[in-house]
């Protein structure tokens, strides 16, 4: 399999935030934000092996602000490093207030998904070829964060 740059498979997504997908504080359910990382996490994972694909882990999830009602959210995602099977995702969640023209990153996230055949069983993924500055930085950490993972399954 030939190795795929970063680009092939980088997705975005852009969804309104409406009352309710909001708490008492008019902002955003963090487990709504969890289910759209989850999302477009699988598409990216998916365009980039070319079959389907199941989440392996969550890895982490850091909410850093809080989108309100009628913010627009955008998501981005890139498949950062793979394995034989597993593809690591980077997700990238902004908030835009598209009244007030102001964006802020609520929240970022790495997950784990497998490929997988007709039969459910792991399939083999092409490399990924990082192409910018972040890209590469990306590529060139997800080893530790694969290490991390290990140890917290170790735990287990």
């Known amino acids: 399999m030939d190795p795929l740059p970063v680009s092939y498979s980088r997705m975005t997504q852009t969804r309104l935030v409406l009352p309710p997908d909001t708490n008492h504080l008019d902002t955003i359910f963090g487990g709504k934000v969890l289910a759209y990382i989850d999302e477009i996490a699988a598409l990216t994972a998916m365009k980039h092996s070319n079959c389907a694909v199941v989440t392996a882990s969550i890895d982490s999830v850091d909410f850093l602000s809080a989108a309100k009602v009628g913010d627009a959210l955008t998501l981005e995602a890139c498949v950062t490093r793979t394995g034989r099977s597993s593809m690591e995702v980077y997700v990238k969640v902004y908030a835009d207030n598209l009244l007030?023209?102001?964006?802020?990153?609520?929240?970022?996230?790495?997950?784990?998904?497998?490929?997988?055949?007709?039969t459910g069983r792991p399939k083999p993924v092409s490399a990924v070829i990082p192409e910018t500055e972040e890209e590469q930085r990306l590529y060139d950490t997800a080893p530790s964060r694969k290490e991390h993972r290990k140890n917290r399954a170790a735990l287990r």
Do not use: C
């Open 100 to 118: 007030q023209g102001r964006q802020k990153m609520t929240t970022e996230s790495f997950l784990t998904m497998v490929a997988v055949d007709d």
